[in-house]
Antibody, heavy 121, light 110 residues
Framework: QLQLQESGPGLVKPSGTLSLTCTVSGASINSGRHYWAWIRQPPGKGLEWIGNAYYTGTTYYNPSVKGRVTMSLHTSENQFSLRLSSVTAADTAVYYC?????????????WGQGTLVTVSS | QSALTQPPSASGSPGQSVTISCTGA?????????VSWYQQHPGKAPKLLIY???KRPSGVPDRFSGSKSGNTASLTVSGLQAEDEADYYC??????????FGGGTKLTVL
């Protein structure tokens, strides 16, 4: 069974860079069966897709964060990561890593438990 | 692109059926079958309920069903149970290589 676990700082200063890692177990990052995704949820609000990464290294980003976001795959550790620069309070959210199956781009069968990142000085 | 539009709330009594709508634009819901639905209980990660408009992942009860007509998708929960009380989100692929979510619907079991 594929499992995902987010890790990273829970507090980031305004204008700083948010960095999170998702550790994958039960599947290989190198598998073409999955897209690897980051999705966030501000407190009390709805879900927002941040981006997808594929095993080829190709990435796809939400236009709302494009220019500030970088997703990377780390095959030797079977992890993928998120970096979001120039953060503001609006970036405060629970960040989920997720993955699709069967090469599907836009629906996510597996989710991590989520990690709250607060942007504050 | 704007988020998909869902009603903020819905309710029903145990045993009843409830339908939640999700409306999009021609560049997402209308043109694609990549519609999915998620259930989220408080403090928990979302759980995939429906994908490709009508398909259920293994383990999801057949009380949950999906449909789509034009640019509106719907999730129907039949035989409401207390544990169905949760937030529900629709999602769709959108042009180009984008994923949209609805604003969410809070389902209350009366």
């Amino acid at each position: 069974q594929l499992q995902l676990q987010e890790s990273g700082p829970g507090l980031v200063k305004p204008s700083g860079t948010l960095s999170l890692t998702c550790t994958v177990s039960g599947a290989s990052i190198n598998s073409g069966r999955h897209y690897w995704a980051w999705i966030r949820q501000p407190p009390g609000k709805g879900l927002e897709w941040i981006g997808n990464a594929y095993y080829t290294g190709t990435t796809y980003y939400n236009p709302s964060v494009k220019g500030r976001v970088t997703m990377s795959l780390h095959t030797s550790e079977n992890q993928f990561s998120l970096r979001l620069s120039s953060v503001t309070a609006a970036d405060t959210a629970v960040y989920y890593c997720a993955s699709s199956e069967n090469g599907d781009f836009s629906w996510f069968h597996y989710w991590g438990q989520g990690t709250l990142v607060t942007v504050s000085s | 692109q704007s988020a998909l539009t869902q009603p903020p709330s819905a309710s029903g009594s145990p045993g009843q059926s409830v339908t939640i709508s999700c409306t999009g634009a021609s560049s997402d819901l209308h043109d694609y079958t990549s519609v999915s639905w998620y259930q989220q209980h408080p403090g928990k990660a979302p759980k995939l309920l429906i994908y490709e408009v009508t398909k259920r992942p293994s383990g999801v009860p057949d009380r949950f069903s999906g449909s789509k007509s034009g640019n509106t998708a719907s999730l129907t929960v039949s035989g409401l149970q207390a544990e169905d009380e949760a937030d529900y989100y629709c999602s769709s692929y959108a042009d180009t290589n984008n994923v949209l979510f609805g604003g969410g619907t809070k389902l209350t079991v009366l």
